[in-house]
């Protein structure tokens, strides 16, 4: 390691993985006050008070009182009085809903959900309707989720919508009306359904083939009900931006790319008009379309050189929150005065970050083994050369999701402590247009995995790798490929780290989440069916190549992780403890799919970092 490296000062797991001191700022409808989460005793909770007042200060109180695994999704209700937050059990993704009245001053939430192994989800909510959400629930059966509307004062639940059995998401418009479903077909496609209104019958106004399925599906309907604003990759390769009149069932392009697709919509809260669209390359790009917030737009992008996005506005439209994403500090939350065209910071998520030298993240992109061009991001220990250091490979996982620019603990992690962090959107996964999606179809363990090692390749070659001290290190679909760069490639990796990873894709798919139901298409299509091509996807199973381990393995699991049943962990830790491997294997028994707990992160990440620098020779915090 080099004398650059190890005069930057260690940065504490605790910064990087504990809680954030403040995150998700959210104003309420009136603008007159503001929610934030923050912990309480270890544990993240809402806090609530005046605009105005020093986010952080006296005036700021909790409202709400968890004291397990901590409120990391909540919103105000449209009335003003109520926030509402989800929360699961041990992991287990059967998210209950909860409100409470901030106030009341009282701490007691109501569970408005409360029915055991049901998944909530919030649909919609609007000012014309200020005591009402609707929620989609699985109460009827666990495979299918209907629509039902949720009075909050007395926590009445009225079914509107029932799932007839193939819809995976429905769209209601802005009169709280469900009059779009998208259904799922058993190729992998999807439809979209409309109907005038909830007493009328469906209607199939759009059908997007298994090749455009992952890219395309419906934005919301316009304010007036008579479009609807669409992510479409049909005639493209790339998902654009589509506004469809119903009546017509015209289309018309708003924007989009040939190559990346749309990754992002603002849409306005009232009149549900776009206002702006999001295209991620390198880094996140917008296009204004609404002359309105053009000069807003100037503005903000004045206020802070990192990334944007409006993530708060009240109801009159003259505050915004916007958070300001950098790739070496923590997320800043500004409140943006429209009127001034003025930003105040609110505060940073994670402050203490300011003590420490982070590192710069770089786009970089190779052309992999069958021509394809792969997009990536390369960040190096701060001060080190660019010539021979230990790597980390660090496989994002979905796979149908991608690395990006900004932030990243794990990258600031692996840079800190002496390590280049690799990250890869290798084929099949999202953001790259659908040709780029589709060429990882049936190629877990096959070309996907072929990126990576062209990826390890690309960086030794470049200088900037030491070929005899590279790890893969990743999260599901990421611990998959961890386990599969053990028993594919056992020569390229001197270590590998799986955290909730398959082990034995014919298991994973068999025993996906009852709600799943809908989509497992989408696994038979892009993975394999387990019915039909068993012996197929036993051969890009980890699990009967564990013969051919011969790396250290460190191994993480929830108990409860609903998608990665914790058998895949077990019966690989089984393979290689009868072979006398070299793992470790940690369980959390209060976990599901990835760690919510910060005691359960800081004891992962410490065994990771001790794992790491026992193989890779990189820096370990006491």
């Not at 959900?113 to 929620?135: D, H, S, W, Y």
């Not at 007395?154 to 919508?161: C, F, R």
């Not at 960086?459 to 599901?476: H, L, Q, T």
Request: aromatic content about 10%.
């Amino acid at each position: 390691m080099s004398d650059a490296t190890t005069a930057v000062p260690l940065i504490p797991r605790q910064v990087l993985f504990g809680n954030p001191e403040m995150t998700s700022p959210r104003l309420s409808p009136d603008g007159s006050l503001l929610a934030y989460i923050a912990p309480v005793e270890g544990v993240l909770n809402v806090w609530v008070g005046p605009v105005g007042s020093p986010a952080g200060g006296n005036d700021f109180r909790p409202v709400t009182d968890d004291r397990n695994r901590g409120i990391r999704t909540y919103f105000w209700a449209e009335d003003g009085e109520h926030l509402v937050y989800l929360q699961d059990e041990g992991g287990d993704e059967n998210w209950r809903l909860y409100a409470v009245k901030p106030a009341s001053g009282a701490l007691d939430a109501r569970n408005l959900t409360p029915f055991e192994n049901v998944q909530a989800r919030p649909l919609e909510k609007n000012r014309r309707f200020p005591g009402q959400i609707l929620i989609e629930l699985n109460r009827r059966t666990p495979e299918l989720h209907d629509v039902y509307r949720l009075d909050l004062p007395t926590g009445e639940l009225e079914l509107v919508a029932e799932n007839p059995g193939n819809v995976a998401g429905w769209v209601a418009d802005l009169d709280m009306a469900v009059r779009g479903a998208v259904t799922a077909y058993p190729d992998g496609g999807f439809g979209l359904l409309f109907r005038e209104d909830e007493g009328s019958g469906w209607r199939e106004i759009v059908t997007w083939g298994p090749e455009d399925g992952l890219s395309s599906g419906p934005v919301g309907f316009s304010g007036d009900g008579k479009r609807m604003f669409l992510r479409d990759s049909r005639d493209a390769n790339a998902a654009r931006l589509v506004e469809l009149d119903l009546s017509a069932n015209e289309a018309r392009v708003l924007a989009g790319d040939p190559q990346y697709d749309v990754s992002d919509v603002l849409v306005h809260p009232d009149t549900r008009e776009v206002q702006a669209v999001a295209i991620e390359r390198a880094r996140t790009e917008w296009t204004v379309l609404d002359e309105d917030i053009r000069e807003d737009f100037e503005a903000i992008a004045r206020i802070h050189p990192g990334e944007p996005s409006i993530i708060s506005r009240d109801r009159a439209d003259k505050t915004w929150l916007v958070a300001f994403t950098a790739d070496d500090g923590p997320t800043s939350y500004y409140s943006y005065n429209r009127s001034g065209r003025e930003g105040e910071l609110l505060f940073y998520d994670r402050p203490k970050l300011a003590n420490y030298t982070l590192a710069k993240m770089e786009p970089v992109s190779f052309t992999s083994r069958d021509g394809l061009e792969i997009h990536g991001y390369l960040t190096l220990p701060p001060g080190a050369s660019r010539e021979n250091l230990p790597t980390v490979l660090n496989v994002h996982g979905g796979p149908w999701a991608r690395d990006v620019w900004g932030y990243n603990p794990e990258a600031q992690w692996f840079a800190n402590r002496g390590y280049v962090c690799l990250q890869v959107n290798y084929r099949g996964s999202t953001g790259y247009g659908k040709e780029f999606l589709n060429a990882g179809n049936k190629e877990w363990g096959g070309r996907m995995h072929d990126d990576l090692v062209d990826a390890v390749e690309w960086a030794v070659k470049e200088g900037v790798a030491d070929p005899d001290k590279v790890a893969i290190f990743g999260g599901s679909y990421g611990g998959y490929a961890a386990l599969v760069g053990a028993t594919f490639t056992p020569d390229l990796f001197k270590c590998a780290v799986d955290i909730v990873g398959p082990s034995n894709l014919v298991t994973l798919i068999r025993n996906i989440p009852p709600y799943w139901k809908p989509l497992v298409a989408i696994f038979n299509e892009r993975v394999g069916n387990p019915e039909t091509e068993e012996d197929f996807l036993k051969s890009r199973s980890p699990l009967f190549k564990a013969e051919r381990i011969k790396i250290p393995m460190l191994i993480a699991q929830g108990a409860n992780d609903p998608r990665v049943k914790k058998a895949e962990s077990e019966q690989i830790v089984a393979a290689m403890k009868e072979r006398g491997i070299d793992y470790e294997y940690i369980l959390f028994e209060d976990e599901g799919h990835g760690f919510a707990k910060p005691e359960n992160r800081l004891k992962f990440y410490a065994a990771a970092e001790r794992f790491l620098a026992r193989h890779l020779g990189g820096r370990a915090e006491e």
